[in-house]
């Protein structure tokens, strides 16, 4: 059974870090791209960043460029999210998901971690 | 605003059929697959629909998905009222290298 696990969200100030992972099983981790796509309260996805399979390529969304971090380790079956110079903006539920064919096709989410930003 | 676009809401009766449209442009839409998500009150979103209109196992034949040239559209026959949800369109936009999502369409049964 595929499943993804997030952890590492909480509380964080403007301007702080804070590094979130996701835990798989179930599958073959180095065989996919992987995404992180986030949801602010009580609005609509937005898709964060992905990976491809052997860390090689690496997109984002504009707003997090040059702030977000994505990672993989794939003898550890894990993914992460180094999010720096964090903004009120960038409160949102982060949900891991495996990122089938790098194309918005996204067959396996976790439960999300809950990241708020706030003074 | 979201790069592809959709109602924010839709209703029906059980038994009913209803339609979600989703536009985008020739940068995403317009070249690439489109995929739906239902998200559940309080629940991760679901892949309900791939590659416009394919349906992973486990999914009602209900539901389908259709495309037609820079938008594409998810069809719900037979509505029932576990089908309450949110429903979002995305796809991969070849100029912003980067996945791009619908706002959503909050779907009421009436």
């Known amino acids: 059974e595929v499943q993804l696990v997030e952890s590492g969200g909480g509380l964080v100030q403007p301007g702080g870090s804070l590094r979130l992972s996701c835990a798989a099983s179930?599958?073959?981790?180095?065989?996919?791209?992987m995404s992180w796509v986030r949801q602010a309260p009580g609005k609509g996805l937005e898709w964060v960043a992905n990976?491809?399979?052997?860390?090689?390529?690496?997109y984002y969304v504009d707003s997090v460029k040059g702030r977000f971090t994505i990672s993989r380790d794939n003898a550890k079956n894990s993914l992460y999210l180094q999010m720096n110079s964090l903004r009120a903006e960038d409160t949102a539920v982060y949900y891991c998901?495996?990122?089938?064919?790098?194309?918005?096709?996204?067959?396996?989410w976790g439960q999300g971690t809950l990241v708020t930003v706030s003074s | 605003q979201s790069v592809l676009t959709q109602p924010p809401s839709a209703s029906g009766t059980p038994g009913q059929r209803v339609t979600i449209s989703c536009s985008g442009s020739?940068?995403?839409?317009?070249?690439?697959?489109v995929n739906w998500y239902q998200q559940l009150p309080g629940s991760a979103p679901k892949l309900l629909i791939y590659?416009?209109?394919q349906r992973p196992s486990g999914v009602p034949d209900r539901f389908s998905g259709s495309k037609s040239g820079t938008s594409a559209s998810l069809a719900i026959s037979g509505l029932q009222s576990e089908d309450e949800a949110d429903y979002y369109c995305?796809?991969?936009?070849?100029?912003?290298?980067?996945?791009?999502f619908g706002g959503g369409t909050k779907l009421t049964v009436l």
């Open positions: 995305a796809a991969w936009d070849d100029s912003l290298n980067g996945v791009v």
């Open positions: 990976i491809k399979q052997d860390g090689s390529k690496k």
């Open positions: 179930g599958f073959t981790f180095s065989s996919y791209w």
């Open positions: 998901a495996r990122d089938y064919t790098a194309m918005a096709l996204f067959d396996y």
């Open positions: 020739s940068s995403n839409i317009g070249s690439n697959t």
């Open positions: 590659s416009n209109n």
